[in-house]
């Protein structure tokens, strides 16, 4: 039997974020994550860089505020 995972609802820290802050979230499915972390940014204007990585053995997204 086939079971998909279902990740946890992504909360995104965009408040109170200065240029040159980032964040890191652990995923399995990081493509959709970036899509919308620069989908919310674009919402509240703000742009962000986002790249996939690994931090403390768990692949995941950085993403930095660069406007």
Do not use: Q
Not at 3 to 9: D, F, I, L
Not at 17 to 33: A, K, N, V, Y
Request: charged share 25%; with cysteine.
């Amino acid at each position: 039997m086939l079971t998909t995972k279902v990740e946890p609802e992504w909360i995104f820290p965009f408040e109170g974020m200065e240029i040159g802050d980032s964040f890191f979230i652990p995923t399995l499915h990081p493509e959709d994550l970036i899509y919308a972390i620069n989908c919310g940014g674009k919402r509240i204007k703000k742009r962000f860089r986002s790249f996939i990585t690994v931090h403390n053995d768990l692949i995941g997204v950085r993403a930095w505020r660069v406007r």
